[in-house]
């Protein structure tokens, strides 16, 4: 059994937790996330036939008045950075924390999830501008709101993770 | 430098320059064949110095040598071994505390438990002179353990339950592998994991600085997470209770114990936790739990523990002996409060009740049965007269006799008779009825006396009775049999006036026979006649003034009679 620390990223209500709890069942209480500033879930993977535990950090939205702690991020071999696809200010936080991911560890598998495509009349800047500006990193389309891609980026990130493994 | 076998060559060959250079000569001869190895040996070695890789290889059997002529060396290199230390620890505290935490721990530890001693030594002065039961038990145990009785009072006066071991990789707060005994109290050691090292990094940052605040301990509603900390990996255990310092130390042993056999799987930890499989063994050992009460004992600790149990039992006997009275006199106290006629000042818990009660309710004996004796309570008991409606009514049929012709009511306060009784039952209890609690006044106006009533029976049937005569005669005949059956009925209806305290009045009138001429004389002495019969029959009757003589040519009888008018004169009923 392999398990990973990944670390949910992403400025403030970009949709981090809702995607969680999309994507596994919360056992903690949200109440964590304004005492603590973390909350931290599971979710078990096959990933190439290996069993894969994924410790899922949903860490509190970054703003200009709170900014991630460092050491939540310390060990964590990857993270999904989230995007709100209709908030453009979301994508540059979501710059900002990657490179802090890569920062402490220049492994760390970074995947971006733009969320909230089911607001496709809201969006900030078209899909195609979206993929452009979205480009250090692996680009997964989601809606924590319908579920669409929500697995799939999970997965993809897991894969990630495991790359290289017979 | 010359080459000796060329100078040599050239001694052996003469020399003609004079003596002071021979002897020069042979001087040099013979340092050569003294020293020549030395001197060669040193020209190597200015010209070719000792290599490192040289130096290396007889430098420690050097050092060893040196140990065992002398201390130089070690004084040599002391303040330069001790500048690097001093230099290490300030510039890379992290690699030196890793280095010496497997040696760090043992010495801490043995430091405290030799302080820990002392302070057992203090308190087993301070116990010395305290005696009590449980005292002479830990005694005995401390004595039979050969432990000092100040860790036996500390062990016994503990009390947890290790439920779960934790071993948690530092760096990314992943759980390596865990213990659990039977009945964990957390579901999901992953997520517990998770968010404990989370904790750890929110305490670490919040409150002591970068590296210096540690997350020790968390308590939770009746659980304490207790955290050892190690430079790669932690061992959290979940406590339900109060645990013994010693649950610490054993943890940071086994946590030393892992770093040991996983360190290099710690440091190249890339999320694969199969590899720690085999230290759940170390784990599992962490688990446990400590009884407050220890069950064992030696036999001195079972005969007082037997008699502790005795005492317990004894008490309980009582209190039940107690409880069991208490709620049978409770039950009799409800019974009685229950019974119309009763009223009772007492309680459970008293020994002596005042107890009113009317005569005509339920005994006491009947009331309570066979639980009377069992109260253990003394009666006082006084009587009262209660108004109970169906009190009352048995009241008036045990007082008042009531015969079955007799009906009796209640109409408001004023208890009504009715129906027949005799004239004695009426003048004996109409008082009783009238003396009855709560009859305000009694209605005998419908209750009948059976004896008046054979009375006015009798008089009905006799009054008007005829005592005849023959014509122109004044003397009644005794032949005539009707005359003397008559006269038995008045003697009859006599007595029974008389039995009734009354008299019997007779009130007689002459009257002529149709065919008979009228005469007034003739009509006295028939009169006095019949007066003569009935006082020779015996009658106590009152004979009153005869009435008027019939007038002359006024209605006659067939045949000439006296007529007798009676009248029962009976004295007020009661």
């Known amino acids: 059994m392999i398990r990973k620390k990944v670390c949910l990223l992403g400025s403030y209500a970009v949709g981090k937790t809702s995607l969680v709890r999309r994507f596994v069942y919360s056992e903690f209480s949200d109440r964590y996330h304004t005492t603590v500033g973390v909350k931290v879930d599971k979710k078990e993977l096959v990933v190439n036939g290996h069993e894969l535990h994924l410790v899922l950090w949903d860490l509190y939205g970054e703003d200009r008045w709170q900014e991630v702690r460092a050491s939540y991020l310390r060990g964590a071999a990857g993270a999904l950075v989230v995007v709100d696809a209709t908030r453009l200010e979301t994508l540059e936080v979501a710059r900002g924390l990657s490179e802090r991911l890569r920062a402490g560890d220049a492994n760390a598998k970074v995947h971006l999830v733009l969320n909230k495509i089911d607001l496709e009349g809201e969006f900030a800047v078209p899909l195609d501008e979206w993929r452009a500006r979205l480009d250090w990193a692996p680009v997964h389309l989601a809606s924590a709101k319908t579920g669409s891609g929500v697995e799939e980026a999970f997965a993809a990130l897991g894969q990630d993770l495991l790359a290289g493994r017979p | ?574």
């Open chain 2, 1 to 574: 430098m010359r080459d000796p076998e060329d100078t040599g060559a050239g001694s052996v060959g003469g020399d003609s320059s004079g003596y002071g250079n021979a002897e020069e000569r042979k001087w040099n001869r013979l340092r050569e064949l003294l020293l020549s190895e030395e001197e060669q040996r040193l020209t190597r070695l200015e010209q070719d110095p000792p290599k490192v890789e040289g130096l290396a290889s007889v430098l420690p059997e050097a050092v060893r040598h040196s140990e065992k002529q002398t201390e130089e060396l070690a004084n040599a290199l002391r303040p330069t071994i001790e500048q690097g230390l001093l230099r290490s620890a300030r510039q890379n505290p992290d690699d030196l505390a890793e280095a010496i935490y497997p040696v760090l721990g043992p010495a801490i530890r043995r430091s405290i438990r030799a302080t820990l001693q002392a302070s057992l030594q203090s308190m087993n002065v301070a116990l010395e002179n305290s005696f009590s039961p449980r005292g002479v038990r830990w005694r005995m145990e401390a004595w039979r353990t050969g432990r000092p009785f100040g860790e036996v009072v500390l062990l016994n006066s503990l009390e947890y339950r290790v439920e779960q071991i934790y071993w948690i990789h530092r760096e990314t707060g992943l759980l390596l592998q865990q213990a659990t005994s039977d009945s964990p109290a957390a579901s999901d050691p992953e997520l517990v994991s998770g968010m404990l090292a989370a904790i750890g990094e929110f305490v670490r940052d919040s409150f002591q600085g970068a590296e210096e605040g540690e997350l020790e301990q968390i308590e939770v509603s009746g659980f304490r997470v207790l955290v050892a900390q190690g430079p790669n990996s932690s061992l959290a255990a979940l406590v339900r209770g109060v645990p013994p310092e010693q649950l610490s130390e054993d943890m940071h042993a086994a946590l030393e114990t892992l770093h040991r056999r996983y360190a290099e799987e710690l440091d190249g930890f890339e999320g694969d936790v199969d590899g720690f499989a085999p230290a759940q063994r170390d784990l599992a050992g962490l688990l446990g739990e400590q009884a407050k009460e220890r069950g064992k004992g030696g036999p001195a600790g079972r005969i007082l523990v037997g008699v502790a149990a005795l005492l317990l039992l004894t008490w309980l006997g009582f209190w039940w002996a107690g409880h069991r009275t208490e709620t049978r006199r409770a039950d009799a106290l409800e019974r009685l409060s229950q019974t119309p006629g009763y009223w009772v000042d007492g309680s459970a818990e008293s020994d002596h009740w005042r107890i009113l009660r009317d005569p005509v309710s339920t005994p006491i004996e009947a009331v309570l049965g066979p639980d009377r004796e069992k109260l253990d309570v003394r009666f006082d008991v006084s009587e009262f007269q209660s108004l109970d409606p169906a009190l009352r009514a048995r009241r008036v049929a045990e007082r008042l006799d009531l015969p079955p012709t007799v009906h009796w009511s209640w109409f408001g306060d004023t208890l009504v008779l009715s129906g027949e009784a005799s004239e004695a039952w009426i003048a004996a209890k109409l008082p009783l009825a009238r003396a009855l609690p709560g009859a305000h006044a009694v209605d005998a106006s419908a209750l009948v006396s059976t004896e008046r009533q054979a009375v006015e029976t009798r008089l009905a049937a006799l009054d008007g009775l005829m005592l005849p005569f023959g014509n122109q005669v004044a003397v009644l005949d005794p032949a005539r049999p009707e005359i003397p059956a008559r006269l038995a009925a008045l003697r009859d209806l006599d007595h029974q006036v008389a039995a009734l305290g009354g008299w019997l009045q007779v009130r007689l009138q002459s009257v002529p026979g149709r065919e008979e001429p009228w005469e007034r004389n003739l009509l006295s002495r028939r009169l006095e006649a019949v007066r003569s019969a009935l006082y020779d029959a015996g009658l106590l009757c009152t004979i009153a003034e005869p009435l008027p003589l019939g007038e002359p040519g006024g209605p006659a009888a067939p045949d000439p009679m006296v007529r007798l008018e009676l009248r029962a004169l009976l004295p007020e009923r009661p």
